[in-house]
């Protein structure tokens, strides 16, 4: 059973690798995978393309399978099929037929803006003060 959070913990982790360039854990890969959540899929398509996650870490077979599904465009995962097609992380065929998506893709039109991903505190993520804690401390 998964935890209620657990996306949420998730994205946060996520959105904290891009903002401070942190490597992740290749498990995260695997984790993020098994996700239905738009959102953190494309935050962590992000992580894979600028190399916070090892090459072939991230498992996107069921993302691939949702933006493949012809009527992708007009159900629940309308955002990862069309970001990701725009950003080139997939091809999703059905993006050019679309009355309004295409038209969308055409000028470029993205909803995940990459400028706004800066940490309110950037030394955050910085290392801690005399080294870190033993996993028997927490």
Not at 35 to 54: Q, R
């Amino acid at each position: 059973m998964t935890e209620p959070h657990a996306p949420r913990l998730i994205l946060d982790t996520v959105w904290g690798a891009i903002a401070w360039g942190v490597q992740l854990d290749p498990l995260i890969g695997t984790v993020v995978g098994e996700m239905d959540d738009d959102i953190v899929g494309l935050l962590a398509l992000e992580v894979s393309s600028v190399g916070l996650l090892p090459p072939g870490a991230l498992v996107t077979n069921r993302w691939q399978t949702m933006v493949a599904q012809a009527e992708v465009l007009r159900c629940e995962h309308w955002l990862l099929a069309y970001e990701s097609h725009l950003q080139g992380w997939f091809n999703v065929p059905a993006v050019a037929s679309h009355s309004v998506f295409k038209p969308m893709f055409d000028a470029k039109i993205s909803f995940l803006d990459k400028r706004k991903n800066v940490p309110l505190f950037p030394t955050a993520a910085g290392p801690i003060p005399g080294g870190p804690l033993e996993d028997f401390y927490a």
